[in-house]
């Protein structure tokens, strides 16, 4: 009787969890582990890192971080439960220089904590001894290096830039000194057994008549015949000397999109194998390019031949301590950010890369990755052979282990270097080198032909910096306190960062993580976000916009009446928010798209985060909501043009809708309205006068003054024409948003709504900034304006499994009651 074949399968894999201690030494105390008990030091969490293995025994405080650069790191385990023979042992990252040990013998050495190894080993079977020593990282930041031709005050020290090594926890005054040390990625134990299939390689690309490309190459052990599956389609695997490899042609296939223009449509794909099906995994179809514009200068993206406002957020990282990359970390915050319809994260080169599961979520999610080198502001060596070997490395390894993810569309040189020197007076012949016009290029070229590449953030105009050519870092309307108007005469062609302000938290997480007064506190201060040596912090940059937009002296509010004063840095930020993307996304805007400065706090406090480091909303995450929905309603002040409409439709659908315009006075007598009925054509932007809805003048933007002001607000309010269900709304205020603030009386029912709560909310009179405080639960908006005649229904969305009734209180900025529910 001929014997059944084994069964396909992927090769099995053990992640190292359990059993890991961790000892602190003095560098260079032990040159191998030998002196070290197995049960000396303390429980460590791998993959973690030092501090998180401190804290988690109490031994580390995140607010008030201690040096841990200082010491040799020792973690090690006992491999149980294996049977004898050949293994492979990956190593998918150790921060940063360091050296493992297999029963007594070094088998590896590391001076990156960006690249994965992986070794061949064989274990006895008998209790295999695995020891881990990252080094202590500041004896080697004295090393020699070439001069720098320039130096940043942003990273300390300066011996930084020789070492493959994340800034977090060097930038003093942007995030807590907390220093990467440990194995921090995963260690995992590889079997490969007969017919296994390993080293999964799969790409995917669409031509623009909607045919879609894939390639798989994997090593199996097995011989006989196999087809790749996907999409409906399947063909041959040839397999020669262990190497499997398969490309499969798609004919209209359904394509990947951003979240804000389509679905984000992913398919699997499967070997078939004996009456089996293996899953390789999932991937997604897409075509990116570069709009350059009509004289090359602009960067704006196409995905699938269409042109993408991208909008979004930098990413920091999931848990400065632990560093995690796993998928129940990342989640909370990538969903968060799906759910402020942002279409795009940032992934700077002050941070760390993210592992496949980053990638995985974002494919899933519609959200597009800029991926920066981790590189940033320094004057690299990249004389330095193995420096540089060390860099290639860690790309090329990123980018094969992210080809399948179509979510991946730009691969950055890193950030700020270009800026850096131009800034100190450099010709570009200096800062523009090998790193990022040659080396990391060919790499992306080679690796991922799908993306775009850019040499470095910012970059493009007369100087880097220059925002109206190639991709910039704004931030005149922020930290150089320009106008409001700045953002439309800066003609910002892309800010890879921008709107970067001190944005204050809900109350419920300054009670319970800084419970003190926003007075000048040095506790409060000291989680402000400040550029290092600077006379000013962000926290200025915010007052000054609170002053400017509601005519209020801040410093004198924030002393005679701190709780407003905490009300209005709330709503500031989202107003200027607001009215900055209205700028860059209105019809005849070149602006491809931005980026605001960060998704999240590092530290509870009023950070850069639009989400606080509890990971919980703060106010401004709810006005990046409204200003990046995809379908959207702008007004625009032309000043004696008047007040102009903006219509746009992201979506790919046609969508009948009503607009109605309304200008109050008092913030609640109709002075003038008028509505217009239209269809708007799908990924389509529009414009029309405000008048046009009116039937005759108006001087709605309060420009001619033949008279005394008329109103004091106007709103515009876009509807589903059949339905007359919400979509979006805009305001303007010719008499500035203090004029605006009513003692309005809001009202307020709980409702069931599809199986939930939400709450009907009505005013009598115009309300800015309303905002809810329903404990345990999410509102789908919050610190939105309000204006009469209409109920706005908010769904309140739990936040814990078990949600129970909500009660909670409702406000609004210059109402003296508060409703309570």
Known sequence: MTPLPARLRLVDERTLTQGWRLVLTPPDLHADPSDLADDDGISAIVPGTVAG?????????????????????????????????????????????????????????????????????????????LAICCRALLPHLSRKLKRARWRTKMIVPAGLRGMRTTALGYMPGWCPEIHAAGPYRPVTLLRPGQHSIRAVDM????????????????????????????????????????HAEATLDLPGISPWWPRSHGEPVLHDVEILFDGDRIGLGRTGFRRVEIDRGADGTRFALKINGIDIFCRGAVWTNADIVALPGDRKAYAPWLHLAAEANMNMIRIGGTMTYETKAFFSLCDELGLMVWQDAMLANFDYPA???????????????????TRASPSLVVF???????????????????????????????????????IAYIPNSPFGGAQPFSPNAGVGHYYGVGAYERPLEDARRANVSFAAECLAFSNVPEQVTLAAHLPVAPVHDPRWKARVPRDRDASWDFEDTRDHYLGRLYDLDPARLR???????????????????????SEWRRAGSDCGGALVWTLQDLLAGAGWGLVDATG???????????????????????????????????????????????????????????????????RSRSRLAATDL????????????FAGPQHDVTEARLVLAETNAWIADAFHFPLGRRAAL???????????????????????????????????????????????????????????????RPTGEISAIGSALTVHV
């Not at 004063?565 to 009215?579: P, Q």
């Not at 709810?622 to 702008?634: I, N, T, Y």
């Open 53 to 129: 293995a401190l804290e988690a025994a109490g031994l580390f405080d995140r607010t008030t971080p201690q040096p841990l650069n200082g010491q040799d790191a020792w973690f090690f385990t006992i491999i149980a439960d294996e049977a004898p023979g050949d293994a492979l042992l990956r190593f998918e990252g150790l921060a940063t220089v360091a050296d493992v040990f297999l029963n007594g013998e070094k088998i590896l050495s590391s001076h990156s904590m960006f690249t994965r190894h992986d070794v061949p080993v064989r274990l006895t079977g008998n209790g295999d001894r």
């Open 203 to 242: 790409a995917a690309s669409l031509d623009a008549d909607a045919t879609g490309h894939l390639t798989v190459r994997f090593e199996t052990t097995a011989t006989q015949s196999m087809r790749l599956r996907c999409g409906g389609h399947e063909t041959a695997v040839t397999i020669k000397n262990g």
């Open 383 to 401: 004389e330095d052979e193995a420096f540089t070997a060390a860099l290639e490395d860690e790309v090329e390894m990123l980018l094969r282990a």
């Open 412 to 450: 950055c040189g890193g950030s700020e270097m270009y800026q850096q020197a131009a800034m100190m007076g450099l010709a570009e012949r200096v800062w523009a080198g090998p790193l990022t016009e040659a080396i990391l290029p060919g790499i992306v070229a080679d690796q991922r032909p799908d």
């Open 559 to 581: 002393r005679e009446d701190p709780a407003r004063y905490l009300d209005l840095s709330r709503a500031v930020t989202g107003e200027v928010v607001e009215a900055t993307f």
């Open 616 to 682: 919980l909303p703060k106010p401004v995450w709810h006005a990046v909501r409204r200003a990046f929905r995809p379908v959207q309603v702008l007004l625009l002040d032309e000043g004696t043009n008047g007040l102009d409409i903006h219509l746009i439709n992201d979506s790919a659908h046609a969508l009948p809708v009503r607009l109605e315009v309304t200008c109050r006075r008092g913030g609640r007598q109709t002075v003038v309205s008028g509505r217009h009925e239209t269809v708007l054509a799908p």
């Open 694 to 705: 009116f039937g005759a003048f108006f001087d709605t933007t309060y420009a001619y003054r």
């Open 742 to 804: 009513h003692d309005a009386t809001l009202t307020a029912a709980l409702v069931d709504s599809s199986g939930g709560f939400a709450l009907d909310i009505a005013t009598d009179r115009f309300a800015q900034s309303v905002h809810l405080d329903c404990p345990g639960f999410l509102p789908s908006d919050n610190w939105f304006h309000l204006a009469p005649g209409a109920t706005r229904r908010i769904d309140l969305v739990p936040q814990t499994n078990r949600p129970e």
